[in-house]
């Protein structure tokens, strides 16, 4: 079956390192977006992509980049974690022809 | 940007009696309005949506109505039952091809047995 899939699911880190989630879907779903879910705020959109080599940022993408070589992966760089990036991350893929968005299970990032 | 706001924060019903969850938007451009369900530890789940061209959609014991002029959104559940204890998220998002979506803060519904 079709699927989005997050790795890792859950990660500790250090201020300063270098940290990056995966995402991959298996629908061949030209959309794809990251989110950060934290308390009090919802999820809120970091970044996202319409297709291969698209990338645009989303309301909190200061310090998060991704990259869309395939369909399939959107990756989330963290270029040098910091405390405040602490928060469960879904990823989500749609097709242009539907509207509805499709969840990954979340990564939680804690950042010591 | 869009602005969606979400109330109540927090919501405790008798099983068997109906919630209602309201959201604001701000811009007049957004069309479509999806719900979403999160269970604890678990991923957002569409259980409902809406387009701007329809004021009401129903789903078994699932409803939402759309307001365009006042810009506003409600879910509503009837006769809820123990497994309806989730958050709940309301969005909305204009049609571009595709659907950056804009989320409320999200409703904790607690349904006492």
């Known amino acids: 079956d079709a699927e989005i899939t997050q790795s890792p699911r859950h990660k500790i880190t250090e201020t300063g390192r270098q940290v990056t989630l995966a995402c991959h879907q298996t629908w061949n779903h030209n959309n794809m977006f990251w989110y950060r879910q934290d308390l009090g705020h919802g999820l809120r959109l970091i970044h996202y992509?319409?297709?291969?080599?698209?990338?645009n940022k989303g309301e909190v993408s200061d310090g998060y980049s991704v990259s869309r070589s395939n369909t399939e992966d959107l990756p989330l760089t963290l270029e040098s974690a910091a405390s405040s990036q602490t928060s469960v991350y879904f990823c989500?893929?749609?097709?242009?022809?539907?509207?509805?968005?499709?969840f990954g299970p979340g990564t939680r990032l804690l950042v010591l | 940007g869009e602005n969606v706001e979400q109330h109540p924060s927090t919501l405790s019903v008798q099983e068997g009696d109906s919630a209602v969850i309201k959201c604001t938007y701000s811009?007049?451009?957004?069309?479509?309005f999806p719900w979403y369900k999160q269970e604890l530890g678990k991923r957002p789940q569409l259980i409902i949506d809406i387009r701007s061209n329809v004021g009401e959609k129903k789903d078994q014991r699932i409803a939402v109505t759309l307001n365009k002029t006042a810009k506003h959104f409600s879910l509503h559940i009837t006769e809820t039952q123990p497994e309806d204890s989730a958050v709940y998220f309301c969005a909305a998002s204009h049609q571009t091809g595709a659907n950056n979506l804009f989320f409320g803060t999200g409703t904790r519904l607690t349904v006492i047995p």
């Open positions: 811009d007049s451009a957004s069309n479509y």
């Open positions: 989500a893929s749609s097709d242009p022809g539907d509207e509805t968005q499709y």
């Open positions: 992509s319409y297709g291969v080599h698209d990338t």
